[in-house]
């Protein structure tokens, strides 16, 4: 690909081997353009690259499963398809044709239970694969199912340990993944890398219990994911159990390059999206709403007398009582699930004991006395945690809160940073309201340590904390075409927070030091008060937040930090409104325009080949729409690019 690069004057290729971005860069307007970008020289070379791969296009190949008509013995052709997942393994051991890299699974309706590549499966299944295994539902088929995807790609004794990762190079698109093991992540992914799910139902068994925030699940996540590199969610709806998205880092090789995108999460009971020191993150244009803690157990340490079993009603001496379902014992918890809307604590602090509402809890054959903590997940509706080169862009998170649950302050972020470094926050609308107290619905907080810290155009309803909580300091390095309701930064750990260049922001309170809550920051010339924020939108009840007309946002911002489109991908035109929806303008992202830019080039010439060569996917390539990038998409761009 270096060839290529050359061909078309930059020298390698904008994307890895997989054909996924994976460091992220700020967003800046497009001021000039390499002349070879749209010479004709170019454009007739890389065609003719891409009639050379026309062969090796060829030679991937498709196999069919049906669960209800199939037959493991047949060939796998689409009149003859195979019966089981067994038999689309590329390491099924049977007579036969086999799957191999390249290839592509179509599965048609039906339950096909769970797909394991496992090291730990008592079979040598260590995978080093470089090039793509697709899985996915046949076209029409809508009524696909998994119970589980796992994948633990380790191989143990190897020296480092590092190089005992393996490359799993697999696909998986258009499943409803659905697991029956309550305790199992719906989709499980452990030190491994090139993986990839796409446009996916996936959600977690229920229990069987009924109660005022039922349905309830156990302390297992839609989809996780621990020490994987190349890792792209996108296009999926994620549901019911404990965090929807997690990736972690278990310190073998760590999570890095990750992509997670144009997502819908809701009615979990933690996070909804959490990354943690996975570098080199992007995570952009996802829905988050509808997060409970209520929906999974909430822990307590104290002492147990008698008998507990799975299942036990419990209930609070407390009046009324409070009532739930008692969980388990673990590392020193005792965990319930609440069933009553009387809730166990008082809303002023619920991790001191002294709030309960009572002091014992009694079950059929036990009590639980001496409570000296109680713990309740935070549910975040997005969590970035000690990373670096992260970009959050175009999402869309709201945190609104009822009832007590308002008060459970600390608990309730619709975006949490936690120390991460080079990370640029634009265009995102975070929604966090709450009539007990502005900080009580917290927008944004971040940790200390955060540096080189980039928030343009984002539309924050709530309040954005700005918290140091220990050294080093945590710095802001540029806050522009922000619309914010509530600002504060706050000294907790002796470090003061600061915002070292801002303008052209519109705070819905007064945030200086001298007549608000923040210290040390004063509005400047180019930035306004707007007592009445809520008079700059269309509809804010209805949760519609694009600009009224008439709105003092338009034109607003300053076009040196204004990203080239709105959320929309509305192009910002002249002076950029503040916020992240661009008043009355028209979307910029034209067929073709896969690095969505504003123009179709030669810089998408070669995203597009570069997809070819790895056998990747990205919708905005498909030009034809059959599912698949190929030479026949590459022929479609060029015939763009000449104006054909």
Known sequence: ??????????????????????????????????????????IILALT?????????????????????????????????????????????????KVAEGDT??????????????????MARHFHRSGWVTYKADIGHTAVYLTNIICVNFHPGVSPVQDGIGESYLKFEGFNITTTNVTQNAIDLRYTSYFWI???????????????????????????AVDVMHLTVEGSTI???????????NEIAGSSYVTIKNNTVHNTGDDGITTDRANGTEVSGNYVYNLNAMLIPLKMQGTVTGTFTLGDVVTLNSS?????????????????????????????????????????????????????????????????????????KGNKLFRNMAGDEQFLFGGSQALKLDAPTNIEISNNLIIAPCTASPEAGVTLLMGGGTTNFNLFNNTMIGAMLVRNIAPPPLEITNMYNNLISYLALDVDGGCNPRIINHGNNIFGSNPNGTGGPTYPFVVNGTERVNYDINSLFVDTANDDFRLAPGSVAIDFGNPSYGPAIDILGNARVGAPDAGCYEYGAISSTATGDINSDGSVDAIDLQLLINMILSGSFDSKADLNSDSSVDAVDLQALVNIILGA
Request: include cysteine.
């Open 1 to 42: 690909m270096k060839l290529l690069g050359w061909v078309m004057g930059y020298g390698s290729s904008l994307k890895d081997g997989d054909g996924l971005k994976h460091t992220p860069t700020p967003i800046t307007r497009h001021t000039t353009h390499n002349p070879l970008h749209t010479t004709k020289t170019a």
């Open 49 to 97: 690259i891409a009639c050379l791969l026309l062969p090796q296009i060829a030679q991937a190949a498709e196999y069919y499963l049906d669960a209800v008509a199939g037959n493991d013995a047949n060939p796998g052709t689409s009149d003859a398809p195979w019966k089981t997942l067994n038999r689309a393994y590329t390491w099924y051991s049977g007579s036969g044709t």
């Open 105 to 122: 699974v179509l599965f048609r309706n039906g339950g096909y239970g769970q797909f394991s590549e496992s090291a730990y499966d008592g």
């Open 198 to 224: 796409k446009d996916c139902n996936i959600s977690n068994a229920a229990m069987p219990y009924t109660g005022h925030f039922a349905p309830y699940y156990w302390s297992a996540n839609c989809v996780g």
């Open 239 to 249: 549901s019911n159990g404990a965090a929807g998205i997690i990736v972690k880092n």
């Open 320 to 392: 009324p009582p409070a009532t739930g379902i008692f969980c388990e014992v673990l590392s020193g918890y005792f965990k319930i699930w609440q069933t009553s809307a009387e809730f166990f604590w008082s809303p002023a602090n619920q991790q001191n004991a002294a709030h309960l509402r009572g002091d014992t809890i009694t079950g059929p054959n036990g009590t639980f006395t001496n409570i000296t903590y109680l713990d309740i997940e935070h549910t975040d509706c997005m969590t970035i945690s000690h990373e670096s080169n992260v970009v959050v």
